[in-house]
């Protein structure tokens, strides 16, 4: 029974590693879109990515990466503001590195987890739930840096001031 216990704590945990290290790198990626959309404002000759890539989180970042990349050759002359912002691309990278490698542990956790059950779980329910959890993740992360959150929380804050 202790074991058991382990196991759902260690099915938590692990995919908890997947979830916060996904936000992270989608905050990061947010302010570095933030720094790179005022000097591309209104180029068409810089489109924006698609949220789509977040099906492929490698990809989105490669394509983020590219697009930076090309705002900067085209805006930046000063070497500090270059490094400085490639920085941000680094922070960005490794912490999808680092959910990506929650991920993985999540998908082992799941199946750990659902080995201890007393019922079988066919292998498309365990990855019925890895996907639920993957979705989760990213809504949660796409929630957490949004415009719409950002101004539901100014907002109280402004009437709690105000009161």
């Known amino acids: 029974m202790e074991a058991n216990i382990y196991v759902v704590l260690t099915f938590i945990g692990i995919w908890m590693l997947y979830v916060f290290p996904l936000y992270q790198g989608v905050e990061e990626l ?6 790179l959309q005022k000097f591309s404002a209104g ?3 810089y489109p924006q990515v698609s949220p789509w890539w977040w099906l492929l989180p490698p990809l989105k970042i ?10 900067l050759k085209d ?10 912002l490639f920085h ?4 960005t990278t490794g912490w999808f590195y680092i ?4 991920l993985l542990n999540g998908i082992a956790a799941t199946a750990e987890l659902a080995a201890i059950l007393p019922f079988k779980v066919p292998l498309w329910g365990q990855l019925g ?3 639920l959890i993957i979705a989760i993740g990213m809504l949660h992360a796409r929630y957490r840096v949004s415009r719409r959150r950002e101004q539901r929380l100014v ?3 402004v009437r709690k001031k105000a009161q």
């Open 155 to 157: 907002d109280q804050l």
């Open 88 to 91: 941000f691309f680094n922070k």
């Open 62 to 71: 490669s394509k983020e990466k590219q697009r930076g990349i090309k705002v």
């Open 30 to 35: 947010s302010e570095q879109k933030r720094v």
């Open 75 to 84: 805006n930046f002359s000063d070497e500090e503001d270059v490094r400085a």
């Open 99 to 102: 959910a990506i490698a929650g």
């Open 129 to 131: 739930v890895d996907l």
């Open 43 to 45: 180029r068409e000759k």
